[in-house]
């Protein structure tokens, strides 16, 4: 089974937000998608051991894969395409939390497309078309996905820096509910 790039949107929407039970109509709707894509996510996430599911109807994501998998593989996976500048959303170093641990100069941090953006700078391809979207709703996801990127189209440092923030994220939801990896 073949993983999607919206399989790692939906873990990192449940990420989140622990110990919340999200149904998948839930789910679907947070993230502009079907209740039954959102469940086919799950299904490949689990398949893929980025998830678990020990009771009908249960599942969580696995931190310590979903971790390594982020950074080591979805860089080659998925890889970010740039474009042009456009208005956006802030995302990687252009975003907290890596925006202020670089300097950057101004117009030079990426973004997702949107028309609603905030700010101007040249395009990244978003993991899933609706992940923009989705991250303006909701700001712990657009961190997750912010460092994600980074991951995906920084430079070495960029990438160490994302790596070490990114573990730092996922530790500090942990506080809510409890780890299925663990």
Sequence with gaps: MDLKPQDLLVLLKVVAHPPQHWTYAALGEALAMSASEAHACVKRAVACGLAVAPARGEWSPV?????????????????ATPGPVKRGVPTAFGAEPLASH????????????HPTGSAKGPTLSPLYRTAPQAALADPALHR?????DALRVGRARERSLAATLLEAELNQFDAGGTDAGQ
């Excluded at 931190?63 to 890889?79: A, C, D």
């Excluded at 670089?102 to 497309?113: D, F, I, K, N, S």
């Design 102 to 113: 670089l300097a950057v100069a101004a117009g030079e941090a990426p973004v997702w497309a």
């Design 63 to 79: 931190k310590p894969n979903l971790l390594e998998f982020m950074v080591h593989g979805v860089r080659y996976i998925w890889p």
């Design 144 to 148: 997750l996905l912010a460092l994600l």
